[in-house]
């Protein structure tokens, strides 16, 4: 099975970027999804890359400010943060699923995550 592994996280002051990566274990044509978490709150899907056609979506919270790009000769997701305010502090993660026309926002969805990087951002 493919596995995921993140980095990139760390702290940043709020108006600055970040950018997360994800590799995955080996090539995959899965979709890759980022998700976050913050303390108290429910995972929140912040943007998905499919495996074909540059096609890409994102959560209404990080739009136009967030940019997920896709290196597959890599086997590697990024996540392309500016703008960063402290709303945007959490445990960042990235999952995987079976590629389908419709990029999933259910973090269920997603049979394969990873463990996460920390985004913390200062005001």
């Known amino acids: 099975q493919v596995q995921l592994a993140e980095s990139g996280g760390g702290l940043v002051q709020a108006g600055g970027s970040l950018k997360l990566a994800c590799v995955a274990s080996?090539?995959?044509?899965?979709?890759i999804a980022w998700f976050r978490q913050a303390p108290g709150k429910e995972r929140e899907f912040v943007s998905g890359?499919?495996?074909?056609?540059?096609?890409?979506s994102y959560g209404d919270s990080v739009k136009g400010r967030f940019t997920t790009s896709r290196d597959n000769a890599r086997n590697t997701v990024y996540l392309q943060m500016n703008g960063l305010t402290p709303e945007d502090t959490a445990l960042y993660f990235c999952?995987?699923?079976?590629?389908?026309?419709?990029?999933?926002?259910?973090?269920?969805?997603?049979?394969?995550r990873g463990q996460g990087t920390q985004v913390t951002v200062s005001s």
């Open positions: 890359a499919r495996w074909i056609g540059g096609i890409t």
């Open positions: 999952a995987a699923r079976v590629d389908t026309v419709e990029i999933k926002r259910d973090p269920g969805a997603y049979a394969i």
């Open positions: 080996a090539r995959t044509s899965y979709t």
